[in-house]
């Protein structure tokens, strides 16, 4: 899959002709509109938005956003494998004190 943009005035179909690293997640590429009558060059950003799959190999100096439907499925899943706590019977029903209260529990 190549990535094209047509020309913004004549809506003709460009090529890129030049492109350089900005960052490891930014890169500015220059386009030109191939309709000889309009002319038009730019320069436009390609840059990465938001991590889908997490890397296998992540580069610690790299910061991608995750995806928020992703991340609900990363905190489900670390949910669904979190251990239950030491004495406590999983079918247990859960239960939900007030901390601050303290007339059931003395002062």
Known sequence: ????????H???????VKSREM??????VTYACTNV???????????VMRTLSPS???NPAVTIPISSHVQ?????TQLDLAPVAAG???????QNLD????????P
């Open 56 to 58: 296998a190999t992540p």
């Open 88 to 94: 406590r019977d999983p079918d247990a029903p859960a």
């Open 10 to 16: 004549c809506r003709a179909k460009s090529r890129a």
């Open 72 to 76: 609900r499925r990363l905190l489900a």
């Open 1 to 8: 899959m190549r990535v094209t943009i047509r020309c913004p």
């Open 99 to 106: 901390l601050f209260e303290t007339a059931a529990h003395g």
């Open 37 to 47: 009558h309009c002319g038009h060059t730019w320069v436009a950003g390609l840059e």
């Open 23 to 28: 960052t490891l997640t930014m890169r500015e």
